[in-house]
T-cell receptor, first 114, second 111 residues
Framework: KNQVEQSPQSLIILEGKNCTLQCNYTVSPFSNLRWYKQDTGRGPVSLTIMTFSENTKSNGRYTATLDADTKQSSLHITASQLSDSASYICVVSDRGSTLGRLYFGRGTQLTVWP | EADIYQTPRYLVIGTGKKITLECSQTMGHDKMYWYQQDPGMELHLIHY???????EKGDLSSESTVSRIRTEHFPLTLESARPSHTSQYLCASSELSYEQYFGPGTRLTVT
C-alpha cells in the first residue's frame, strides 16, 4: 500500500534554532517528492521538489534531502523564525498512472517560540 | 505565488442548505482538483478534472459534485449540507500532474 509517514507529528523549537523533519514513504513507482508549507487556514505552498536522481535541494533556509534507496526524505530548517510556524507536508508522486497520483503525509506541525 | 482563488474563505451554514464553493485559476491549467482536509489530517482527493467537460471522482467518497464548463473555473456543490461535511476544502490546479498549485481554501462549518 502506498503511504507517506511523517515524524514527528508536532515540534516546538525556540527562534533561531535548527530542526529536521522526517518523511518515510512506500510509494512505488516513485516519481518525485515535494515538501509543502501550509500556514493555518491557508493552502499548501511548495518549498522544494526532488526527483529520483537528486539528493539535496535548497530553498533559502530550507534544505531537503532524499534517499531513494531507503525511501526517506528530510527537511532541515536553519535559524528558525517565528514565521516558520506552520504545518510541513511531505507529498510523493508516483509514475504509475496518467493522473500522476499524489500521496500526502499528515504533516509535522512546527511551532517556533520567541 | 500561484494565481488560484477560492471563495468564500469561510462559510457557516445550516443543515440542508445548498452551497457552492468557487475556485478559479488564471494560469490556463487544464488539470484542476478538489481536496478535503480535516485538522491534523492529510489531504484527500475528492474530485479532479483534466479539462473542460471532464470530471472524475477522487479517492475519498464525497456527496459533493463538480462541473468544468470553463477552463479557469471548477466549482464544487453540495446539494444538502450536513454537519459531516464540515471540513476545509482546497482547490488546486496544474499543468504537470505532480506540480499542483493550491488555493487558500474554504473552511466550511455546517451547523
Amino acid at each position: 500500500k502506498n503511504q507517506v509517514e511523517q515524524s514527528p507529528q508536532s515540534l516546538i523549537i525556540l527562534e533561531g534554532k535548527n530542526c529536521t523533519l522526517q518523511c518515510n514513504y512506500t510509494v512505488s513507482p516513485f516519481s518525485n517528492l515535494r515538501w509543502y508549507k501550509q500556514d493555518t487556514g491557508r493552502g499548501p505552498v511548495s518549498l522544494t521538489i526532488m526527483t529520483f536522481s537528486e539528493n539535496t535541494k535548497s530553498n533559502g533556509r530550507y534544505t531537503a534531502t532524499l534517499d531513494a534507496d531507503t525511501k526517506q526524505s528530510s527537511l532541515h530548517i536553519t535559524a528558525s523564525q517565528l514565521s516558520d510556524s506552520a504545518s510541513y507536508i511531505c507529498v510523493v508522486s508516483d509514475r504509475g498512472s496518467t493522473l500522476g497520483r499524489l500521496y500526502f503525509g499528515r504533516g509535522t506541525q512546527l511551532t517556533v517560540w520567541p | 505565488e500561484a494565481d488560484i482563488y477560492q471563495t468564500p474563505r469561510y462559510l457557516v451554514i445550516g443543515t440542508g442548505k445548498k452551497i457552492t464553493l468557487e475556485c478559479s485559476q488564471t494560469m490556463g491549467h487544464d488539470k484542476m482538483y478538489w481536496y478535503q482536509q480535516d485538522p491534523g489530517m492529510e489531504l484527500h482527493l475528492i474530485h479532479y478534472s483534466y479539462g473542460v467537460n471532464s470530471t472524475e471522482k477522487g479517492d475519498l467518497s464525497s456527496e459533493s459534485t463538480v462541473s468544468r464548463i470553463r477552463t479557469e473555473h471548477f466549482p464544487l456543490t453540495l446539494e444538502s449540507a450536513r454537519p459531516s461535511h464540515t471540513s476545509q476544502y482546497l482547490c488546486a490546479s496544474s499543468e504537470l500532474s505532480y506540480e499542483q498549485y493550491f488555493g487558500p481554501g474554504t473552511r466550511l462549518t455546517v451547523t
